[in-house]
């Protein structure tokens, strides 16, 4: 009993696929309101220490590309919250990698937190869904895949008991 659940455990999480989910700026919106979203992000969070000068993703310089790295990097500290990458309509998800050469953006929450900051914060109504910051601390895990991987370990765990 304890191997067949083993093989099951083996199986649940080979058979996974993962879609990886990024958070990107919305291109074709003014510089402006580019740059108040890239400063909330940095503000509340994410780590921009990347996107500084002589950062590894400082490069393309201009503010699209600083702000696509720091939405990604608030919506994966936040575990790709729903509602983490809207910041007020001047984000939305992509599923293709917006990586440039030199510079990986992250996939998932496990990027070590820093506090860099660019610019400050924007205050009131740049939150990721327009009313503030989002106060989900999950720790980057979904309900439904956290739910099924520990009905998983729990029978894993009761078939080695027995």
């Given at each position: 009993m304890a191997v067949l659940?083993?093989?099951v455990l083996i199986l649940a999480m080979t058979a996974h696929t993962?879609?990886?989910n990024w958070?990107?700026?919305k291109s074709g919106l003014s510089e402006g309101m580019l740059q108040k979203t890239l400063d909330y992000a940095c503000g509340a969070g994410a780590d921009c220490n990347p996107i500084h000068t002589n950062g590894v993703?400082?490069?393309p310089n201009t503010v699209l590309a600083h702000c696509n790295y720091a939405v990604n990097s608030y919506f994966q500290k936040k575990g790709q919250a729903q509602g983490a990458c809207d910041f007020a309509g001047s984000a939305s998800l992509a599923t293709s990698d917006p990586s440039t050469t030199g510079c990986?953006?992250?996939s998932s929450a496990s990027t070590?937190?820093?506090t860099g900051v660019l610019g400050g914060g924007m205050g009131g109504g740049m939150g990721p869904t327009g009313q503030g910051i989002n106060t989900d601390e999950?720790?980057?895990?979904r309900l439904a895949k956290t739910s099924v991987f520990s009905s998983l370990v729990t029978l894993f765990i009761s078939g080695v008991q027995i």
């Open positions: 659940a083993f093989l993962s879609s990886a958070c990107v700026c993703c400082y490069n990986s953006y992250p070590t937190p820093s999950s720790g980057g895990f």
